[in-house]
């Protein structure tokens, strides 16, 4: 080659360190550098991953606005979306009164048209429920209870209605609380969907994928009907009856 | 659901086949590239795998990986590296001098010869014979011009052959 006819390229060549490189070192140096393939985790760095920060720095910011979106939501359940199981006492049939659905297409068929999107594959059957406002006083969410859903994945599917445990400051009562999707805005009447779909107090609507291993209402069940999820109606903000 | 995740299956093993062809051409090289400048083993083998672990996220972007962008993300590393070590580009350069004087060649007058080149055109020298880049390559890798690697290459060379006669014509007297 002609560059190695220059004088002293010769001892240069000879002279490289690496030279000395065994095939044991670069043997034990692949290994380690091809355990990066099993793992996913993300090399995380000052102000993001380093896929955020070097290609996609406006989605970091869509998560983060997301994520307080989502704790925005959840708060918002806490004041507004609440549903009682513990409190019922009047049997079902005569607080149904439905006004905009059909309560018998509900149980199996899932959310009629125009209301908010059903859980598909959940091994529970669809629900229905009344929607109620105005009894945020009454009620407290447990912060561990939030913790959890959210890193669990509400994030995941913040376009569909999760279920919520809370627990009543009266009477150590545990209900069910639903925890809307983030853009619900909530009224004194009812709540307003991200999509436009209104629901006001009294309309049964229809929630799929509910936990409706709810049947541990503590004392408030003493005495009284034990009341399912699948059968779960509310009041509309009235006191607790006596 | 199934489609997604024959999809998601599709697109990792792409991934891998990527990453995995990447690894096969560059690894050896990018471990020797390590081994010659920086302080030992375990230090080649840490940068080594942090060039691959780059190269695995630039992979999940889609990102094809040629030689050249391997040792793209290798320079960088080595650079933050030397940053991690010292902070002053002075210091930087007197480390460097030293880790040269120190990677312990069996030709400690040519590890010297070296220390008193330009950085520049000492860089574009190991480049050129010691990881067997061709000018285009260097010129590429460095993001200068090929004349000018030319140019630098043959001022590093022309200077160290006058660096090494001396001892060249010592050993030559001696025999």
């Given at each position: 080659m002609k560059r190695k006819e220059t004088p002293g390229m010769d001892r240069l060549i000879a002279a490289d360190p690496a030279l000395k490189v065994t095939e044991g070192e670069l043997a034990r140096s692949r290994q380690k550098s091809l355990a990066v393939m099993d793992t996913d985790a993300e090399h995380i760095t000052v102000g993001g991953s380093v896929t955020d920060f070097?290609?996609?720095?406006?989605?970091?910011?869509?998560?983060?606005?997301?994520?307080?979106?989502?704790?925005?939501?959840?708060?918002?359940?806490?004041?507004?979306?609440?549903?009682?199981?513990?409190?019922?006492?009047?049997?079902?049939a005569d607080q149904a009164a439905p006004a905009v659905t059909q309560p018998d297409a509900a149980p199996q068929t899932g959310s009629p048209g125009g209301l908010p999107p059903v859980l598909t594959g959940s091994?529970?059957?669809?629900?229905?429920?009344?929607?109620?406002?105005?009894?945020?006083?009454?009620?407290?969410?447990?912060?561990?209870?939030?913790?959890?859903?959210?890193?669990?994945?509400?994030?995941?599917?913040?376009?569909?209605?999760?279920?919520?445990?809370?627990?009543?400051?009266?009477?150590?009562?545990?209900?069910?609380?639903?925890?809307?999707?983030?853009?619900?805005?909530?009224?004194?009447?009812?709540?307003?969907m991200p999509d436009g779909t209104v629901f006001s107090m009294g309309d049964v609507i229809s929630f799929g994928g509910l936990d409706v291993d709810s049947r541990e209402v503590g004392q408030c069940a003493e005495g009284r009907r034990l009341i399912y999820m699948e059968e779960v109606r509310a009041y509309s903000g009235e006191p607790f009856p006596e | 659901m199934r489609v997604q995740t024959e999809q998601g299956e599709r697109v990792e093993s792409v991934r891998q086949k990527q990453f995995l062809a990447a690894h096969a051409a560059c690894h050896d090289k990018v471990y020797r590239y390590f081994r010659r400048r920086t302080e030992g083993v375990s230090t080649a083998e840490d940068l080594t795998a942090e060039v691959f672990r780059i190269a695995w996220e630039k992979c999940r972007q889609g990102q094809e990986l040629p030689v050249l962008m391997v040792f793209g993300i290798a320079r960088n590393v080595l650079r933050n590296h030397y940053r991690s070590t010292i902070r002053s580009r002075n210091?930087?350069?007197?480390?460097?001098?030293?880790?040269?004087?120190?990677?312990?060649?069996?030709?400690?007058?040519?590890?010297?010869?070296?220390?008193r080149l330009k950085p520049e055109e000492r860089e574009i020298l190991l480049?050129?014979?010691?990881?067997?880049?061709?000018?285009?390559?260097?010129?590429?890798?460095?993001?200068?011009?090929?004349?000018?690697?030319?140019?630098?290459?043959?001022?590093?060379?022309?200077?160290?052959?006058?660096?090494?006669?001396?001892?060249?014509?010592?050993e030559d007297v001696q025999r």
């Amino acid at each position: 080659m002609k560059r190695k006819e220059t004088p002293g390229m010769d001892r240069l060549i000879a002279a490289d360190p690496a030279l000395k490189v065994t095939e044991g070192e670069l043997a034990r140096s692949r290994q380690k550098s091809l355990a990066v393939m099993d793992t996913d985790a993300e090399h995380i760095t000052v102000g993001g991953s380093v896929t955020d920060f070097h290609q996609q720095p406006a989605r970091r910011r869509v998560r983060l606005t997301a994520g307080i979106g989502l704790l925005a939501a959840a708060a918002a359940a806490v004041v507004a979306g609440v549903v009682v199981t513990s409190s019922m006492i009047t049997p079902p049939a005569d607080q149904a009164a439905p006004a905009v659905t059909q309560p018998d297409a509900a149980p199996q068929t899932g959310s009629p048209g125009g209301l908010p999107p059903v859980l598909t594959g959940s091994p529970t059957p669809t629900v229905e429920a009344d929607i109620v406002t105005g009894r945020a006083g009454k009620l407290a969410v447990s912060t561990a209870e939030i913790d959890r859903l959210i890193s669990d994945g509400i994030h995941a599917r913040p376009d569909v209605l999760r279920v919520l445990k809370l627990e009543a400051d009266k009477d150590g009562c545990i209900g069910n609380g639903f925890l809307f999707p983030t853009g619900t805005k909530v009224s004194d009447t009812g709540l307003v969907m991200p999509d436009g779909t209104v629901f006001s107090m009294g309309d049964v609507i229809s929630f799929g994928g509910l936990d409706v291993d709810s049947r541990e209402v503590g004392q408030c069940a003493e005495g009284r009907r034990l009341i399912y999820m699948e059968e779960v109606r509310a009041y509309s903000g009235e006191p607790f009856p006596e | 659901m199934r489609v997604q995740t024959e999809q998601g299956e599709r697109v990792e093993s792409v991934r891998q086949k990527q990453f995995l062809a990447a690894h096969a051409a560059c690894h050896d090289k990018v471990y020797r590239y390590f081994r010659r400048r920086t302080e030992g083993v375990s230090t080649a083998e840490d940068l080594t795998a942090e060039v691959f672990r780059i190269a695995w996220e630039k992979c999940r972007q889609g990102q094809e990986l040629p030689v050249l962008m391997v040792f793209g993300i290798a320079r960088n590393v080595l650079r933050n590296h030397y940053r991690s070590t010292i902070r002053s580009r002075n210091l930087t350069q007197q480390l460097e001098r030293q880790r040269t004087a120190d990677l312990g060649t069996n030709d400690g007058v040519v590890t010297e010869a070296l220390g008193r080149l330009k950085p520049e055109e000492r860089e574009i020298l190991l480049l050129t014979y010691w990881d067997g880049f061709t000018s285009a390559e260097v010129s590429d890798l460095l993001n200068v011009t090929a004349s000018a690697v030319r140019m630098r290459l043959h001022r590093a060379r022309k200077q160290l052959s006058e660096l090494l006669r001396p001892e060249q014509t010592t050993e030559d007297v001696q025999r």
